[in-house]
């Protein structure tokens, strides 16, 4: 079992910058692959970046990619999203997730992680 805690979160301008933490619990960083996912007011979450358990590979939705970078700390137990040029479409609930399966592309389309933190909201205004 692993417990996930998001932090970073916040309001931000158009053309802004956060920086999203994640901090892993109960068992070691190490051994799970890890993403984060974004829902917005009454839309479908969906995927936003994951990163593989020795952090070499990392995948970035479309919308996000060359603005988010998504990184990891395994002697921190700690997962990062650098967020910058946020636009107002960004805005949503951001989660956390992991799990210990090493297919990142089942992982990615269907978002079946095992583990889910409870979110931090991002707020970009125009």
């Known amino acids: 079992q692993v417990q996930l805690v998001e932090s970073g979160g916040g309001l931000v301008q158009a053309g802004g910058s956060l920086r999203l933490s994640c901090a892993a619990s109960?068992?070691?960083?190490?051994?799970?692959?890890m993403g984060w996912f974004r829902q917005a007011p009454g839309k479908e979450r969906k995927f936003v970046a994951a990163?593989?358990?020795?952090?070499?590979?990392?995948f970035y939705a479309d919308s996000v990619k060359g603005r988010f970078t998504i990184s990891r700390d395994n002697t921190k137990n700690t997962m990062y999203l650098q967020m910058n040029s946020l636009k107002p479409e960004d805005t949503a609930v951001y989660y956390c997730?992991?799990?210990?399966?090493?297919?990142?592309?089942?992982?990615?389309?269907?978002?079946?992680?095992?583990?889910w933190g409870q979110g931090t909201q991002v707020t970009v205004s125009s």
């Open positions: 997730t992991a799990d210990t399966s090493r297919d990142m592309v089942v992982l990615i389309t269907t978002g079946e992680y095992a583990y």
């Open positions: 109960g068992r070691t960083l190490s051994s799970y692959a």
């Open positions: 990163i593989s358990q020795s952090g070499s590979s990392t």
